[in-house]
């Protein structure tokens, strides 16, 4: 969005978005803030109902496809979003990403807070919460939208006796605020970021924890609990560990049975669910439990006796699991204590290939251990769908930042697929994109590297590059207008494109050619580089049909000024660098490329310039050759004088003495 999109307050603490919403700084609502958003009374001119924002922290990293899929869609149960757009803070000098939601009718209406929470009845759970987030998840899982953040305080309360309203869940990445009590067993003991949005599957077990803690009136774990709880999880199977530990009202018994099932293909549908809120009770499909060894694993002191729960003490215990797979107590433990023979044979023929590095073979050991389970590598967990958000968070954080391009590199995603039960479409997708993020890690620098596969593999990040990171550029339409806004704010200098903005536009232009993004690695010459640069730049001005870009267009210049240098014709090069200063000034870039991107121009002057070489050297010889000879005939000419001259004296004095002899005899 061009600079003039975006409006100064009007007044104190008003902001607004031209022709579109209004945003009041001075009216916070703190009881409507998530974790990762502010939120903020608002207006709308696209809708004349009551609205409020949600300002998105720095930092955070919201659902972009779904935001722009939700925009003007309205959600039964849920929170239906008005418009969308980043919006300029000048108190804070940067942009950030905001939200206006329609506000629900009914007045004041707040977040219900989890500490406050008392047990409901119930007949009154499944009507004032159950309902409206199932017919709120049957219009997201309609749109390929999960929603991977439902709890007990992220519904709305409107007041009165009002059905409450299913909140938010596109400011933060899907599962990242959610406690691992409430995530599905596969999720639960994987880093949050790197959960992934998962699938609707993963909603339903979700509800199955809402309507438990409803009911309940307090959390599934006490504070500080919740890793003992995911043990007996890993160990027991969630339904069990839940109705060990809870004393679970008989009302919801077969419902919680139904929803918390660990095997996602048993658990309830949507359907199954409102057959059981409309008295159609379906029986819930059993819940089988892991297999249990007979005696325990012991990892770093952790009792293991399920194959998840030794993957998962095992990937904390990274450090110290080699030779422990290595060993013949586990390769025994799998065998004898849970017949996991199979298992056992792909385990310790994997263990036994040297040619691995430990940290691989672990990795993969673990995999095969708990399929459903996240890669885990040297400490660090994602599920696949989540690795993009990881390497976005981390990306400053050198060790997480190594292990990430790692699991790419070592094709640990194929490895994962290989060991499902059953493909999904999903997950053959991803196999594609995993692929594809191997083979651009590998490429390096200028585009080809950690960056770039971050913006693939992330497709809801805006470009972070220190000179646009402040203006929050999500859409390619925005890159060049905001690169001359910080042009005219002097902020881009060198070589005005960097990694960060060649992986944006390569991953969000996915028909720009990678050739082009190649010659701008570090080992082509220097003109072929900067052509390539003013080449994309170009490209990006016509196909957005962008104006004229005079601030930027001045920096492009600085740029191309030193590298004209390989024409070595004083008149062509003269002729060059009037042409790009002149179409600086028009701002197009297309005007700037004409007179630099003529491969044949440049191989005349090069070939001109070699020709002119060679025949300056060729003059050089005859000149030194006529230079040489021409001493030599000086020396030659005197020799022959000075030898002449001899001869003449010699000449000379025999006819004198001839002459006095003669004289002589006469006179005699």
């Known amino acids: 969005?061009?600079?003039?999109?975006?409006?100064?307050?009007?007044?104190?603490?008003?902001?607004?978005?031209?022709?579109?919403?209004?945003?009041?700084?001075g009216h916070p609502l703190p009881e409507l803030d998530t974790r990762s958003a502010d939120a903020y009374a608002g207006s709308s001119e696209k809708d004349a109902s009551l609205a409020f924002a949600m300002l998105c922290h720095v930092g955070a990293i919201p659902r972009w496809q779904a935001i722009r899929k939700m925009i003007g869609k309205d959600i039964d149960g849920g929170l239906t979003l008005i418009d969308a757009d980043r919006i300029s803070l000048p108190h804070e000098g940067r942009h950030r990403l905001a939200l206006i939601y329609k506000r629900p009718a009914g007045g004041d209406f707040f977040r219900l807070k989890r500490e406050t929470l008392s047990a409901l009845p119930p007949a009154v759970a499944i009507k004032r919460y159950l309902k409206p987030a199932v017919a709120a998840l049957k219009d997201l899982h309609a749109r390929d939208i999960t929603h991977r953040a439902i709890r007990v305080?992220?519904?709305?309360?409107?007041?009165?006796?009002?059905?409450?309203?299913?909140?938010?869940?596109l400011t933060a990445p899907p599962g990242s605020e959610q406690p691992r009590t409430l995530e599905p067993l596969p999720m639960a003991g994987t880093d949050p970021m790197g959960r992934g949005a998962g699938t609707p599957e993963d909603d339903l077990f979700a509800l199955g924890t809402?309507?438990?803690?409803?009911?309940?009136?307090?959390?599934?774990?006490?504070?500080?609990?919740?890793?003992?709880?995911?043990?007996?999880r890993f160990e027991f199977g969630t339904v069990n560990a839940y109705t060990n530990r809870l004393k679970i009202p008989v009302e919801i018994e077969d419902a919680v049975r139904g929803l918390l099932n660990d095997d996602p293909k048993e658990r309830w549908s949507l359907r199954e669910l409102e057959d059981w809120i409309g008295g159609h009770a379906p029986k819930p499909k059993h819940s089988r439990a892991p297999g249990r060894a007979a005696r325990p694993l012991v990892v770093a002191g952790d009792h293991c006796y399920t194959r998840q729960g030794a993957a998962d003490a095992l990937g904390a215990a990274w450090q110290r699991a080699d030779p422990l797979i290595k060993s013949s107590d586990f390769d025994g433990w799998l065998r004898r204590g849970l017949s996991e023979v199979k298992t056992a044979k792909s385990i310790a023929e994997l263990m036994a290939d040297s040619k691995l590095r430990p940290a691989l073979r672990v990795s993969r050991a673990l995999i095969l251990l708990d399929p459903p389970g996240p890669i885990r590598f040297n400490g660090t967990t994602a599920h696949l769908g989540g690795v993009g958000a990881m390497m976005v968070a981390n990306r400053d954080r050198g060790e997480v930042r190594q292990a990430l391009?790692?699991?790419?590199?070592?094709?640990?995603?194929?490895?994962?697929?290989?060991?499902?039960d059953k493909a999904r479409d999903e997950t053959l997708s991803k196999h594609i994109a995993f692929d594809r993020a191997n083979m651009l890690l590998a490429g390096g620098d200028g585009g080809l590297g950690y960056e770039r596969v971050m913006y693939e593999l992330c497709p809801d990040i805006h470009c972070l590059s220190p000179v646009l990171e402040d203006q929050m550029i999500f859409d390619l339409a925005q890159f060049l207008p905001a690169l001359e806004n910080a042009a005219k704010n002097k902020r881009v200098r060198g070589e005005v494109i960097d990694n960060h903005m060649l992986g944006f536009i390569a991953a969000r232009h996915k028909s720009l050619s990678d050739s082009w993004i190649r010659s701008i690695?570090?080992?082509?010459?220097?003109?072929?580089?900067?052509?390539?640069?003013?080449?994309?730049?170009?490209?990006?001005?016509?196909?957005?049909?962008?104006?004229?870009?005079?601030?930027?267009?001045?920096?492009?210049?600085?740029?191309?000024?030193?590298?004209?240098?390989?024409?070595?014709?004083?008149?062509?090069?003269?002729?060059?660098?009037?042409?790009?200063?002149?179409?600086?000034?028009?701002?197009?870039?297309?005007?700037?490329?004409?007179?630099?991107?003529d491969p044949k121009a440049l191989v005349k002057d090069k070939k001109q310039y070699k020709e002119a070489v060679r025949d300056h050297a060729k003059a050089a010889r005859d000149i030194y050759i006529l230079r040489n000879n021409a001493d030599r005939i000086r020396e030659l000419s005197h020799r022959i004088g000075e030898q002449a001259g001899a001869a003449v004296a010699g000449v000379v004095g025999s006819i004198i003495v001839v002459v006095v002899l003669f004289d002589a005899l006469v006179n005699s």
């Open 210 to 232: 809402l309507l438990l803690e409803l009911c309940l009136g307090h959390a599934l774990a006490p504070p500080g609990e919740d890793g003992k709880l995911l043990i007996d």
């Open 521 to 597: 690695n570090k080992d082509h010459d220097r003109y072929g580089q900067v052509v390539a640069v003013v080449r994309i730049l170009s490209y990006l001005q016509q196909h957005y049909t962008i104006g004229p870009l005079p601030n930027f267009c001045q920096r492009v210049e600085t740029l191309l000024r030193p590298v004209v240098t390989e024409f070595k014709n004083k008149m062509v090069r003269k002729r060059i660098l009037e042409t790009i200063e002149k179409a600086a000034k028009s701002g197009m870039l297309t005007k700037m490329l004409a007179p630099i991107d």
């Open 153 to 169: 305080d992220n519904f709305l309360y409107p007041g009165g006796q009002a059905e409450m309203i299913l909140g938010d869940c």
């Open 405 to 420: 391009a790692q699991i790419i590199d070592a094709r640990l995603a194929v490895h994962w697929i290989a060991a499902q």
């Open 1 to 25: 969005m061009a600079e003039s999109d975006i409006s100064t307050p009007e007044s104190a603490g008003m902001i607004k978005k031209k022709g579109r919403f209004a945003i009041d700084l």
